[in-house]
T-cell receptor, first 115, second 113 residues
Framework: NAGVTQTPKFQVLKTGQSMTLQCAQD?????MYWYRQDPGMGLRLIYY???????DKGEVPNGYNVSRLNKREFSLRLESAAPSQTSVYFC??????????????FGSGTQLSVL | GENVEQHPSTLSVQEGDSAVIKCTYS??????FPWYKQELGKRPQLIIG?????GEKKDQRIAVTLNKTAKHFSLHITETQPEDSAVYFC????????????FGTGTRLKVLA
């Protein structure tokens, strides 16, 4: 049981390049998320998908697009990377188990540098 | 929009002392408030969460309290140990039927031996 798998782990881009971060979960969760983590800024929500076929903007969606390819996979695309997008990106999936603990399972993160 | 404020940003305590981290949220419809612990270089992991219809929840040395009227919630760690050193994040989940989690900016806790 791998949990949440995201690739790549590290990436260096030049300004203007594009790339897609991949995320897959094998826990049959409905909801999936993309967060970015910057020093002093905490975890900021970029986009989320409450269920297969739906996506919604989070706190900082500008410069990103997402695709919920199927129930397992949720990708994040940077069309034209900018230095401000240098960050650690976390994918997560959500177990909604009312009334017991609801829980987000995070991937191991992608460290992205945009030069 | 929704916002979660977290204080302090850093906290140092002596081993065995207690640590308290506080958060406030803006969306009065939020109904679930989890806390995540992130060790250096690792992914965040859930340590405890509290629902909006509960005022307090305990799990061994960890407790969370919620004041819905004031829109405050807090994490209390008693008898701190060096392995408690980490970054702690509070979060608020939107109203029922939504799955949007907004996180605070994090507290770096250092437990001094």
């Amino acid at each position: 049981n791998a949990g949440v798998t995201q690739t790549p782990k590290f990436q260096v881009l030049k300004t203007g390049q594009s790339m897609t971060l991949q995320c897959a979960q094998d826990m049959n969760h409905n909801s999936m998320y993309w967060y970015r983590q910057d020093p002093g800024m905490g975890l900021r929500l970029i986009y989320y998908s409450a269920s297969e076929g739906t996506t919604d903007k989070g706190e900082v969606p500008n410069g990103y697009n997402v695709s919920r390819l199927n129930k397992r996979e949720f990708s994040l695309r940077l069309e034209s990377a900018a230095p401000s997008q240098t960050s650690v990106y976390f994918c997560a999936s959500g177990r909604q188990a009312h009334p017991t603990n609801e829980k987000l399972f995070f991937g191991s993160g992608t460290q992205l540098s945009v030069l | 929009g929704e916002n979660v404020e977290q204080h302090p940003s850093t906290l140092s305590v002596q081993e065995g002392d207690s640590a308290v981290i506080k958060c406030t949220y803006s969306d009065s419809a939020s109904n679930y408030f989890p806390w995540y612990k992130q060790e250096l270089g690792k992914r965040p992991q859930l340590i405890i969460g509290i629902r909006s219809n509960v005022g307090e929840k305990k799990d061994q040395r960890i407790a969370v309290t919620l004041n819905k009227t004031a829109k405050h919630f807090s994490l209390h760690i008693t008898e701190t140990q060096p392995e408690d050193s980490a970054v702690y994040f509070c979060a608020a989940k939107g109203a029922s039927g939504t799955y949007k989690y907004i996180f605070g900016t994090g507290t770096r806790l250092k437990v001094l031996a």
